[in-house]
């Protein structure tokens, strides 16, 4: 247990401007020297994006839908990340080789530019990201204690939280369009048709599958499926290091339902609700509920004095983008 003592909700270290776990900015430098090969290919992600989804998109479509071969290991070793000292990579691992990251662009090894390692980019919106990073954080006992949820809140959008700035790791890896081979996928688009966006990552790969194995594919990246797939839920890993009876990592609406209305504006962060599924409310609102991995979960948990806060503070910081984000499906 003494990697547990290790990491137990230490304060995050300074690398280059970017806040990080302890152990990980331990690995940015020595992970600089980290020679990428032609045929890699990396997912990146910001934290609570959509990451253990698409590993396990890629390792079937890497595995040609073998449910066994894509069942050898947890995600974590299947596709591992980058910038984490265990499991690590390793050269052994045969090509082609999947690899995962967190890091801000500023911090990726060059040699992934020098070979144009193909990239594909997943992002999510900043208020589900918010909501769920904050349930991480209670579970994941790596991460420094959350303190409240207004309080998380305020160092998400300061950036004060482990990898740094959403607004920056969003708007940098996208600016790599160009340079390298890059397929920028939004989690609100996999959690709208996973069919389309599969097709998408096949063209991006220059593969082609048989209708039945996307559908395969489809199938078993459902998120009731992974959810109970212990090579893909994180049980595999210790209570002490993620404790998934504070928060699943798969989280399945264990947050409290509120209240929006028609236009999907937050009109009240109820804390109960006592409407059935779908029943129509007084004044226009309508009750919602989460279901498991949800585009839209943020309106469970921001107040309304949030949600406005948050707005015009992410006006600012994403003026001139032109990345468009979903709060809701
Ligand atoms: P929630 O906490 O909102 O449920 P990451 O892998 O980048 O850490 O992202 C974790 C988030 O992706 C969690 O979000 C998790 O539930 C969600 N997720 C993982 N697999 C999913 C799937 N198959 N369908 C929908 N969401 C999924």
């Given at each position: 247990?003494?990697?547990?003592?290790?990491?137990?909700?230490?304060?995050?270290?300074?690398?280059?401007?970017?806040?990080?776990?302890?152990?990980?900015?331990?690995?940015?430098?020595?992970i600089?020297?980290?020679?990428?090969?032609?045929?890699?290919?990396?997912?990146?992600?910001?934290?609570?994006?959509?990451?253990?989804?698409?590993?396990?998109i890629?390792?079937?479509i890497?595995?040609d839908?073998?449910?066994?071969?894509?069942?050898?290991?947890?995600?974590?070793?299947?596709?591992?990340?980058?910038?984490?000292k265990?499991?690590?990579l390793?050269?052994?691992?045969?090509?082609?080789?999947?690899?995962?990251?967190?890091?801000?662009?500023?911090?990726?090894?060059?040699?992934?530019?020098?070979?144009?390692?193909?990239?594909?980019?997943?992002?999510?919106?900043?208020k589900?990201?918010?909501?769920?990073?904050?349930?991480?954080?209670?579970?994941a006992?790596?991460?420094?204690?959350?303190?409240?949820?207004?309080?998380?809140?305020?160092?998400?959008?300061?950036?004060?939280v482990?990898?740094?700035?959403?607004y920056?790791h969003?708007?940098?890896?996208?600016?790599?369009?160009?340079?390298?081979?890059?397929?920028?996928?939004?989690?609100?688009d996999?959690?709208?048709?996973?069919?389309?966006?599969?097709?998408?990552?096949?063209?991006?790969?220059?593969?082609?599958?048989?209708?039945?194995?996307?559908?395969?594919?489809?199938?078993?990246t459902?998120?009731?499926?992974?959810?109970k797939?212990?090579?893909?839920?994180?049980?595999?890993?210790?209570?002490?290091?993620?404790?998934?009876?504070?928060?699943?990592?798969?989280?399945?609406?264990?947050?409290?339902p509120?209240?929006?209305?028609?236009?999907?504006?937050?009109?009240a962060?109820?804390?109960?609700?006592?409407?059935?599924?779908?029943?129509?409310?007084?004044?226009?609102?309508?009750?919602?509920?989460?279901?498991p991995?949800?585009?839209?979960?943020w309106?469970s948990?921001?107040?309304?004095?949030?949600?406005?806060h948050?707005?015009?503070?992410?006006?600012?910081k994403?003026?001139?983008?032109?990345l468009?984000?979903?709060?809701?499906?």
């Open positions: 247990m003494e990697l547990v003592q290790d990491i137990y909700r230490q304060p995050l270290v300074n690398v280059k401007g970017v806040p990080l776990l302890k152990y990980i900015g331990e690995m940015v430098e020595p600089q020297s980290f020679q990428a090969w032609p045929d890699d290919l990396l997912i990146s992600t910001y934290p609570k994006s959509g990451t253990t989804w698409v590993a396990e890629m390792e079937m890497y595995q839908g073998n449910l066994e071969k894509c069942q050898r290991a947890p995600t974590y070793e299947r596709v591992p990340i980058l910038e984490l265990w499991p690590g390793s050269t052994e691992t045969p090509a082609p080789r999947l690899i995962r990251t967190h890091l801000q662009l500023a911090l990726l090894p060059q040699s992934f530019l020098d070979q144009k390692v193909k990239v594909i980019y997943v992002a999510r919106n900043a589900d990201v918010a909501v769920s990073y904050y349930n991480f954080y209670k579970m006992k790596g991460h420094p204690e959350p303190g409240t949820w207004d309080n998380f809140l305020e160092k998400f959008m300061d950036g004060q482990s990898f740094g700035s959403w920056q969003v708007q940098k890896w996208g600016e790599l369009d160009g340079p390298i081979n890059l397929l920028y996928l939004f989690y609100e996999l959690k709208e048709n996973r069919k389309r966006e599969i097709r998408k990552i096949l063209e991006f790969l220059g593969r082609s599958l048989s209708e039945e194995m996307v559908d395969h594919i489809v199938q078993h459902s998120f009731k499926e992974m959810k797939n212990p090579m893909a839920n994180y049980t595999t890993i210790p209570i002490e290091i993620m404790d998934q009876n504070i928060s699943p990592f798969m989280r399945k609406g264990v947050c409290w509120g209240w929006v209305s028609g236009e999907g504006r937050v009109e962060a109820a804390r109960a609700c006592p409407e059935p599924l779908g029943a129509t409310c007084v004044g226009g609102l309508r009750p919602i509920f989460p279901s991995g949800i585009v839209g979960d309106k948990v921001f107040t309304v004095a949030q949600n406005e948050f707005d015009a503070h992410y006006a600012k994403m003026a001139g983008c032109k468009k984000f979903r709060w809701q499906l």
